[in-house]
């Protein structure tokens, strides 16, 4: 099972709080080496220039900060992602200064910076699937010009079955309503 490319969205009975109610993009995916991905939908509402106050940051001092997962949250990385029509999605992580403000100058490109990312041991994603914890997704060129907060984890998994769209408006504990 290859997953690279691919969305994750959580079930909606997930409770980790890492991760409940996320949108993952798997940047990385070797079923004998692990994988690697970013939480697309938890915008921490600030941007770079309130975080990195070096002038090299100036030209991205405006870009959106997000959780990009539970590893390595003390390390900021920027990504740019973008649709062709042949390939689908594109990105690049971990890009430099440099990249990341070529990357915000072109059309259709959207660059982000993320705290911290999300990563798999050997074996642990492939079992997170076997026992139904995300949902594939393929990704579509709406996406990216979707919201991306909780948002986006609603439309994409309302989008999956009529039963998840139900679930995804759902309150917390439905026996409080």
Known sequence: MQLRGKLLLAEPGMRD????RTVLLICGHEPGDGASGLILNRPLGKVVGELLKDEAFEPLKNIEVYEGGPVLRDQLMFCSMWWTPKRGLHWAMRISIEEATEHARRPGRIVRAYLGHAGWSPG???GEMRQ???ISAEPTRGFLGAGQDIALWQSLLGN???LYRILVE???DPYLN
Do not use: G, I
Not at 17 to 20: L, T, V
């Open 17 to 20: 709080p890492s991760f409940r």
């Open 124 to 126: 642990q994603l492939e």
């Open 132 to 134: 139904q914890t995300w």
């Open 160 to 162: 999956v079955s009529p």
């Open 170 to 172: 759902a309150p917390d």
